[in-house]
């Protein structure tokens, strides 16, 4: 054998939720202070393991409860060799429903698959270069499936650790972990609100216990042997393929090297919360304390041998446990400076948010204004400055541009070629039409920049064709055209009238091609008749007639001139009116509507930024409260020495390893160490016994157990001012006349597991009063309802006897024996 501590290994099986739970806290806690020994884990469960709920390294061994399974279970009900089941017990789909008889059952009935995993699983965790192998099996024995397998778990990984260490030459310890529900009796509370099975079962898990590990009576004297084989009645056939070769393990001695106890409150259990840490839940709490003894006894030893620990300090069998912790408050400290980074970032985040829903707010507000701006052709609207830089350099350009189009001879295409020419360098909208995410937590912040929504481009040849515009309808309004026409009317009114009548009232356009031109169109045609039947000696006549005919020609052509440049300017008022302002106005409404949407989405993120902001200002308070006031209580943070977070230094708190740095550095005392120390010792106490027989040894053996790094064992020697010194706080737990101090690397931080040996379950209620109330028949008063013990013993061959309840017996006082299942009723 080796003495390197580092060839240990520690294996861990697990049974049932509640003891899975312990065992991911001791995976957690283990890999957090990276110990030398490999620790390996197994859960077996009797329900589906959600894989998200247990790290990668655990091995999980689900007991199933298909058809095949519940035929099976139907004919164990009426099979009188299978003691523990009857009609009355039900498999559930789910778990075992706190039923201790059901557990029992499904470990027998896949008891060649748990028996083949676990020799595989232990037998790949050990090998020749180790020295020592550890197995603890951890079991909330209040529950139904970890009571129910336990005692045959411990025989079958007790067996199966055994033959391994035997095989490499190892020495091989087994440990067993568990909790049970308190129950108090006397003149204390009585009464339980919790679940009556899970008091049912930790009585009836205590009776086994006591056989199984061969415990002292109240006394101290031995009680009578339980049986020397555990069978597996249940269990398949050895000629089957499923079956064991031997379906029962030896229990001569007890499988056990050593079991550890722990009475949880049920009503705070069944109250409180698997979230949050050691100090804020209560169920954490639990697992921690349970995980700090399976650590601390894992990596402590005497002479680096788990041997001399056994053998010279643990010499019960049963111990209670409980739980301390000292810690310097550099984790909450550099949290708090961490939070007051993340709050000034967050308030940085809602500054630079709420600055980019205002400028949204406004960006849609521009842009509708734009649209309801009456445009000069001769100027940029103020509106168009403040919505688009590029457009606002561009305005004298603009102006020039539009100005030097002669609109009575362009076409469209070329007032489309100079608004290229103005926008050619004129950035489009940066933004598609979804440019927000789906959850609006995914959003960033550049999401919200208001200058990437505006669609400079679509602005400038919305502002350029209406500056266009505005030019037409003044030329049209100014144009020559009109007034000729009118004049024209004017002069030949009686004529027009009597000759197109209902035109005086039209628009000019339609004067003139339906009246005027007509009209001088023949007048035209009647002048060259004239002329042509006039004689040619008729000098001054055809003299005459040529003037009036080249007066009519000239008018006509004048008017087909100034009617063409009309009509010209009228359709590009229309096409730009109709055709090209309408889709440019929608494009403009479809951003307005892509910023409002910005703009409420980023509302949002504001609220969901200002609850972040809240949280965080609370989580500020909460690790201010620790790092400067001290956490009563068996998880104590030693406060800083300091007035404001500004006394703080990252630096300090990161460079500093041992508490004595902190010490150095002034943010700690010497003196406020030693207080918090003799604070924690004072709260530990042995959580079990609490009916001493008058003939009892009422003083319990204590084994103090601290878990520090090496860097703080000054601690532990250290003077100070204030009384007591370590010495008389550690009085009567003399740790270094019994064994070596192990350590863990963990500067700031010292974790105390105190083992109460010497421990009398008949001097528990949790043993006791159960099986008293029954016998005497008023369990029902205690619990609230009528409960049959035997209907949760998964065990009667470990409880032998047990008395009927007083209003079962018969007339002459004998007990009423109506069970074949071995226990005397």
């Not at 039923?99 to 896949?110: I, M």
């Not at 499936?145 to 190892?170: C, E, H, K, W």
């Not at 209560?282 to 304390?289: P, R």
């Not at 308070?621 to 006031?629: A, G, I, K, L, W």
Request: with cysteine; proline share 5%.
């Amino acid at each position: 054998m080796t003495d390197d501590p580092s060839s240990r290994t520690v294996f861990v099986v697990s049974l049932g939720t509640g003891s899975r739970r312990t065992a991911k806290w001791l995976y957690e806690l283990a890999n957090q202070y990276d110990v030398d020994p490999e620790f390996r884990f197994v859960s077996i469960e009797s329900t589906d393991i959600d894989g998200g709920d247990v790290p990668d390294e655990f091995r999980n061994i689900p007991l199933d409860t298909d058809s095949r399974v519940k035929r099976r279970f139907e004919r164990a009900k009426t099979d009188p060799a299978v003691p523990y089941l009857d009609e009355n017990h039900t498999l559930p789909s789910e778990g075992t429903s706190r039923v201790p008889n059901v557990g029992r059952f499904l470990l027998e009935h896949h008891s060649r698959r748990v028996h083949e995993m676990l020799s595989e699983e232990i037998g790949t965790a050990v090998g020749p270069t180790d020295s020592e192998l550890s197995v603890w099996v951890l079991a909330s024995l209040s529950g139904g499936t970890a009571p129910g397998m336990f005692p045959l778990v411990s025989a079958m990984a007790g067996q199966i650790a055994t033959d391994i260490g035997a095989r490499y030459n190892i020495d091989v310890y087994l440990n067993g972990l568990g909790t049970v529900s308190e129950l108090r009796a006397a003149n204390q509370r009585v009464a339980p609100s919790g679940i009556s099975e899970y008091f049912v079962n930790t009585n009836n898990s205590l009776h086994a216990l006591s056989t199984l590990l061969n415990l002292p009576d109240a006394h101290g004297r031995p009680q009578v042997n339980g049986p020397t084989r555990l069978e597996m009645p249940a269990a398949p056939d050895v000629e089957s393929a499923d079956g064991l070769l031997d379906p029962s393990f030896e229990i001569t001695e007890p499988p056990l090297d050593a079991m550890l106890l722990m009475p949880i409150d049920e009503d705070r259990a069944e109250d409180g919360s698997w979230d949050g840490d050691e100090r804020t839940s209560y169920l954490a709490g639990v697992n921690y304390k349970l995980a700090a003894a399976v650590l601390a006894l894992s990596t402590t030893s005497g002479d680096n041998d788990l041997g001399n620990l056994y053998s010279t300090v643990l010499d019960d069998r049963l111990y209670t446990i409980d739980a301390a912790s000292v810690r310097a408050s550099v984790e909450p400290a550099l949290e708090l400076l961490n939070t007051e980074q993340q709050i000034g970032a967050v308030e940085s985040e809602i500054s630079e948010l709420e600055a980019c829903v205002d400028d949204l707010e406004s960006l849609a507000d521009q842009l509708s204004s734009l649209r309801s701006t009456d445009v000069d052709a001769g100027s940029v609207p103020d509106i168009v400055g403040a919505l688009s830089a590029p457009l606002a350099g561009r305005a004298s350009q603009l102006v020039e541009s539009v100005s030097a189009i002669d609109l009575t001879e362009s076409s469209f295409e070329e007032i489309e070629t100079q608004i290229e020419r103005v926008f050619a360098e004129v950035p489009t909208r940066a933004v598609g039409d979804s440019p927000f995410p789906d959850e609006i937590h995914e959003s960033e912040l550049g999401d919200f920049a208001a200058d990437q929504f505006v669609p400079h481009r679509t602005v400038g040849r919305y502002l350029f064709l209406k500056m266009v515009r505005a030019r037409l309808l003044a030329e049209i309004e100014a144009h020559p055209f009109s007034d000729r026409v009118e004049d024209l009317w004017e002069k030949n009114a009686q004529e027009l009238e009597e000759e197109f009548a209902g035109l005086s009232d039209a628009e000019v356009a339609t004067q003139y091609e339906q009246a005027i031109d007509p009209f001088l169109a023949t007048h035209e045609q009647d002048l060259e008749n004239q002329l042509s039947n006039t004689s040619m000696f008729s000098f001054r006549e055809r003299s005459r007639l040529r003037r009036q005919l080249e007066s009519v020609r000239e008018t006509r052509q004048e008017l087909k001139q100034l009617f063409d440049e009309y009509e010209h300017l009228g359709e590009l008022r229309e096409r730009i009116a109709s055709g090209e302002l309408p889709p440019l106005g929608s494009e403009l409404q479809t951003t307005i509507d892509l910023v409002e949407k910005g703009s409420e989405r980023g509302t949002q993120l504001l609220t969901s930024k200002r609850n972040r902001l809240e949280s965080l200002q609370q989580t500020r308070e909460t690790f201010q409260n620790r790092v400067t006031d001290t956490t009563s209580g068996r998880i104590t943070e030693i406060p800083l020495d300091i007035e404001s977070t500004d006394s703080l230094s990252r630096e300090t708190l990161v460079n500093a390893s041992t508490l004595f740095d902190l010490v150095e550095s002034g943010l700690l005392t010497r003196d406020g160490i030693l207080r918090e120390i003799d604070r924690a010792m004072g709260l530990i106490r042995e959580p079990l016994e609490d009916n001493f027989h008058e003939m009892a040894d009422n003083h319990p053996n204590r084994l103090l157990i601290p878990m520090a790094n090496p860097g703080n064992e000054p601690v532990l020697t250290m003077t100070g001012t204030t009384q007591p010194s370590m010495g008389s706080i550690m009085a009567n737990n003399d740790v270094t006349t019994q064994l070596d101090t192990g350590t863990i690397a963990d500067p700031f931080r010292i974790d105390y597991v105190m083992l109460h040996g010497n421990v009398r379950l008949a001097n528990t209620s949790e043993y006791r009063v159960l099986r008293e109330r029954w016998e005497a028949g008023d369990i029902q008063r205690l619990l609230g309802e009528e409960v049959d013990l035997v209907q949760n013993l998964a065990y009667p061959e470990l409880v032998p006897m047990l008395s009927a309840p007083a209003d079962r017996r018969d007339d002459d006082g004998i007990e009423a024996d109506d069970s074949d299942d071995g226990v005397t009723l």
